[in-house]
């Protein structure tokens, strides 16, 4: 069984960066980094196959990057330039198929609480 702790979360300014991490991915086909902010429904904003190859959500794309460290078992979110909408809960996630939909992967974290101020 896979078992995804995640950490990183915190709050800044506009503008600001902060580091995801989510270890315990033990070479997954396809991690994954979903938010959700309150009311709304869990949205995918990054995946990373285990051949390396990546994609994003529209709304992040330059402005995050997923990577992973295979040695250290850790999935990585950069995350820059952050604004007050990317403000939820993100979650790691592990599963067999490379997608961003949520309902595609078998295995979460408890999730890492990201605040972005204005």
């Known amino acids: 069984q896979v078992q995804l702790v995640e950490s990183g979360g915190g709050s800044v300014q506009a503008g600001g960066s902060l580091r995801l991490s989510c270890t315990g991915s033990?070479?997954?086909?396809?991690m994954g980094w979903f938010r959700q902010a309150p009311g709304k429904e869990r949205e995918g904003v990054a995946a990373i196959r285990i051949d390396g190859y990546t994609t994003y959500a529209e709304y992040v794309k330059g402005r995050f990057t997923i990577s992973k460290d295979n040695a250290k078992n850790t999935l990585y979110l950069q995350m820059n330039s952050l604004k007050p909408d990317d403000t939820a809960m993100y979650y790691c996630?592990?599963?067999?198929?490379?997608?961003?939909?949520?309902?595609?992967?078998?295995?979460w974290g408890q999730g890492t609480q990201v605040t972005v101020s204005s």
């Open positions: 033990r070479n997954s086909f396809s």
């Open positions: 996630a592990a599963g067999n198929v490379y997608t961003l939909r949520r309902e595609r992967y078998n295995y």
